[in-house]
């Protein structure tokens, strides 16, 4: 078998150096010793690209109502054990003032997936009202036509993420409903990119059913499609939802392992993209996003949404920061940091290098391979 340091030295000398065996090694690492060598590797190399510096977004749930159905979440359509809301443009523009306040400048809108011309409005209002605070603005509102993310980025937006969520469509086709199709949720990736988002993508690891193989060409798929940020975690399963029925041989340990060394492997494959260390790792250990920027990742998401309203966003169990206001994340996070050699990257949007980079070498934001 290759050895994880011969991995690791072919990893460092270019971007998209190594194999799907070479990955799906990476991502099954059991040995501590090795996965600490990985791990070692790819925190060079964020460090390399990023700094010792977290660039952090405000995270907003904007509502939980989804037409979705997907088999693993906690807000899917059909879950009627929850009470649905939805902020006001009043309520966001209040909480994007606070992310703005904290020195954030960056922040996330996500919510349940709503097509109708009426979301469309109200993220407008939402972009156009926070303009005057020249935050980055994120979006993750899942699949839309092209015509309705053109109008969010004429109205502020500049990310977009939707996470693919497996690269295998069969995969894809026994987490959700026979009506949800991978082909157009990768279509939209296509479009968001013709818009000139910074584009982002991600997948859940540890998936009843999933292999290393699988997860290998997940990270294969982020570089084909070459996109800017990744945003992925562990799969946890949801005492509400079809899917946590389903017999699953992972422990927390073997998700926490699981999600970091995709992480690892991630920023081996890709270098310069934008890695999100996820909530997800934080529900599995109490430390699990310092670990995620210790194995490679370099961008956070504390949630800014008040508090009132953290309980009914839960996609999976377990979900952390339920009862902490912005400040108090905010202190938390700063003394966590610290006490892994690492700082709040203040006042700085944090954008993508990948992106930056992508474009300078001439790609027109509209133009690639998608
Ligand atoms: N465990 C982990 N992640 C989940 N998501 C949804 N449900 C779960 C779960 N049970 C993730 C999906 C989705 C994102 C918003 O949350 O990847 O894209």
């Known amino acids: 078998m290759t050895s994880v ?12 150096n190594l194999s799907v065996d070479d990955l799906a090694r990476l991502v099954a690492l059991e040995d501590p010793d090795e996965q600490r060598v990985a791990r070692a590797a790819a925190y060079a190399l964020k460090c ?13 749930e904007l509502g939980n109502i989804c037409s979705k159905d ?8 059909s879950n009627a054990n929850l ?31 709503v097509e109708s011309e009426a979301n469309t409005a109200f993220i407008e209002e939402c972009l156009r009202g926070m303009a005057h605070l020249d935050l980055g603005v994120t979006l993750s509102l899942g699949e839309q036509t092209e015509a309705v993310y053109r109008r969010w980025k004429a109205a502020g937006a500049s990310r977009y993420l939707l996470r693919i969520e497996t690269s295998s469509p069969g995969l894809y086709a026994r987490l959700h409903p026979a009506d949800h199709s991978w082909t157009r949720r ?57 899917l946590a029925s389903v017999p699953n041989p992972w422990t927390d340990a073997d998700r926490l392992r699981i999600g970091l ?9 890709l270098h310069d993209v ?4 996820t909530t997800a790792l934080q529900a599995l ?15 956070m998401m504390p949630n800014v949404t008040d508090v009132a309203y953290r309980r009914q966003y839960q996609l999976y169990a377990g979900k952390p920061c339920l009862d902490e206001n912005a400040d108090q994340c905010r202190t938390a996070l700063e003394r966590s940091l610290a006490a892994i050699g690492e700082r709040i990257n203040y006042g700085a949007r944090g954008d993508s290098a990948h992106f930056h980079a992508r474009i300078a070498a001439g790609g027109l934001a509209g133009s690639g391979r998608m």
């Open 274 to 277: 934008n890695i999100a260390s």
């Open 186 to 242: 990768a279509d939209c990736l296509a479009a968001l990119r013709r818009c000139g988002y910074q584009v982002g993508t991600g997948v859940m690891s540890a998936l009843p059913g999933q292999t290393p193989e699988d997860l290998a060409r997940d990270i294969v798929f982020f570089g084909d499609r070459d996109v800017d940020m990744i945003g992925m975690g562990p799969y946890i399963p949801h005492p509400d939802t079809p």
């Open 70 to 77: 997907c088999l693993y979440c906690g807000i899917r359509r």
């Open 261 to 269: 060394n995709m992480i690892a492997a991630t920023r081996l494959y």
């Open 285 to 299: 250990a109490p430390d699990g996003r310092e670990q995620g920027i210790l194995a490679g990742a370099n961008v």
């Open 48 to 60: 390399r690209v990023a700094g010792k510096l977290v660039s952090v977004r405000g995270l907003v």
């Open 5 to 16: 340091a011969d991995i690791v030295a072919r990893a460092r000398e270019r971007p998209r």
């Open 83 to 113: 009470a649905r809301y939805r902020l006001s443009v009043d309520d966001v523009l209040r909480m994007a003032e606070i992310d703005a306040a904290a020195g954030y400048a960056s922040i996330v809108l996500q919510g349940g997936e």
